[in-house]
């Protein structure tokens, strides 16, 4: 993992995947760079959510603002 990459994490969209899931988040945070933790904000209701919870794993991905606003759509909230 390249930690320079908490320093483009600020107030924003993001895209929350798993392996059979995704949603759109606006809540990521930095907790330590060391070993290198970060805290998502998810619906505990979102299907995502539940995914999450079953496989353990995930992806961040950090939207542009030139981002299609149809890719976004494809993820909902």
Known sequence: ???N???DITYGMYVV?????GCIINT???ITSENPIIS???NKNNY???KLKEERNFAVSIISEKTNP???SV???
């Not at 995947?17 to 899931?21: G, S």
Request: hydrophobic residues 40%; proline residues 0%.
């Open 40 to 42: 998502i904000s998810i």
């Open 28 to 30: 990521m945070t930095q």
């Open 48 to 50: 995502t959510n539940k």
């Open 5 to 7: 990459i908490f320093r």
């Open 75 to 77: 993820f909902g909230f």
């Open 17 to 21: 995947t798993t392996k059979n899931a």
């Open 1 to 3: 993992m390249d930690k």
């Open 70 to 72: 149809n890719l976004i």
